[in-house]
Nanobody
Framework: QVQLVESGGGLVQPGGSLKLSCAAS????????MGWYRQAPGKQRELVAT??????NYADSVKGRFTISRDNAKNTVYLQMNSLKPEDTAVYYC?????????WGQGTQVTVSS
């Protein structure tokens, strides 16, 4: 089981920025597909962005504002969030996938409000 530890959430004003981090255990991180998902109150969990060694994808709602990146030497994936909007308010979850193995982080709250 891969353990994921997220950090970096918080309260930010509209138009502001936050950077989330997710540190993973294990030795195969560089081969994994890492993703960020979010879940707002009363809504289903949705994809924000994914990253593998060959591909990066973003939800249309965050394209041009969010950037997913990874440091394989640190077993860490990041989500840089710029131009934040109130509708970005949610619990953000990190996800690890490699073959049949999948793990979720505990989630970190992001609140965008003035």
């Amino acid at each position: 089981q891969v353990q994921l530890v997220e950090s970096g959430g918080g309260l930010v004003q509209p138009g502001g920025s936050l950077k989330l981090s997710c540190a993973a255990s294990g030795s195969l991180f560089r081969l994994s597909v890492m993703g960020w998902y979010r879940q707002a109150p009363g809504k289903q969990r949705e994809l924000v962005a994914t990253n593998s060694f060959s591909n990066t994808n973003y939800a249309d709602s965050v394209k041009g504002r969010f950037t997913i990146s990874r440091d394989n030497a640190k077993n860490t994936v990041y989500l840089q969030m710029n131009s934040l909007k109130p509708e970005d308010t949610a619990v953000y979850y990190c996800n690890y996938r490699l073959g049949s193995v999948a793990s979720w982080g505990q989630g970190t709250q992001v609140t965008v409000s003035s």
